[in-house]
């Protein structure tokens, strides 16, 4: 080996630029208190290429994550007890996001990282969404409402590839939520009921958001975040 003199900087590369650094940093907002905890409604078991997609996210660095089980319930009423459960904690009542994390959908290891990125850059959001979509060949992007229209509507909205949509309701598959809304007195409960009888035919998500929007709450689904939607009984990711 040929000898060498060699000079370097002992400040190492990321120091070469603190201004470079420093937008990165505050860019994503990790160096804030971004505390959250995760629920996950299921009946007794999830797919294990479910189960490899969640193991693989990634959170906020030296963050705290506490991750929550609602086991063996109708969904509308495992997020109604998971969260009511929550609020009553006194710790955990204290944290700034819920994350809803269903037991059929597939987020990217980043997901995480960049909903926070958006929260913090929208701080007039209250949720903000993965991209998912319902099952089937014909599905539909979760992407409920157009806010535009004076009338409150459901009607699913096209996709902008890599832009935050807002709309009027999302899915609740892969999505952050700020702990403050369900704090705010005036939301009907439950918060999340499902439907099927005289009164109607609707699922809890929308149930949720026909109410939320009353109380000027907003939500949006960041179509850069790209959520599979599991399909079990074919084995097909929608």
Not at 37 to 53: C, E, F, M
Not at 87 to 98: G, K, M, N
Request: with cysteine.
């Amino acid at each position: 080996m040929k000898p060498e003199l060699v000079g370097f900087s002992p400040a190492g590369r990321h120091n070469e630029s603190i201004e470079t650094a420093f937008a990165r940093i505050t860019e994503g907002a990790t160096w804030k208190k971004q505390r959250i905890v995760v629920i996950l409604p299921a009946s007794n078991s999830i797919s294990t290429k479910v189960s490899l997609s969640h193991w693989s996210l990634i959170f906020p660095p030296n963050q705290p994550v506490y991750r929550m089980l609602a086991l063996g319930q109708e969904v509308g009423e495992a997020y109604c007890n998971a969260i009511e459960g929550i609020l009553a904690h006194p710790e955990l009542s204290q944290w700034e996001y819920i994350l809803t994390l269903e037991h059929d959908n597939m987020p990217p290891a980043d997901g995480v990282l960049k909903l926070v990125k958006q929260m913090d850059a929208n701080p007039d959001l209250s949720c903000i969404g993965g991209l998912y979509w319902t099952k089937g060949l014909m599905g539909q992007p979760q992407i409920w409402g157009d806010p535009k229209d004076p009338v409150l509507n459901f009607r699913p909205q096209p996709p902008t590839p890599g832009q935050l949509v807002e709309c009027c309701g999302t899915g609740m598959g892969f999505n952050l939520w700020r702990m403050a809304m369900f704090k705010d007195e005036r939301m009907r409960k439950p918060w999340f009921k499902t439907l099927a009888g005289d009164g109607g035919v609707g699922t809890q998500d929308l149930y949720f958001w026909a109410d939320a929007r009353k109380h000027g709450y907003r939500c949006a689904v960041d179509c850069d975040v790209l959520v599979g939607h599991y399909d079990a009984a074919e084995d097909i990711v929608w």
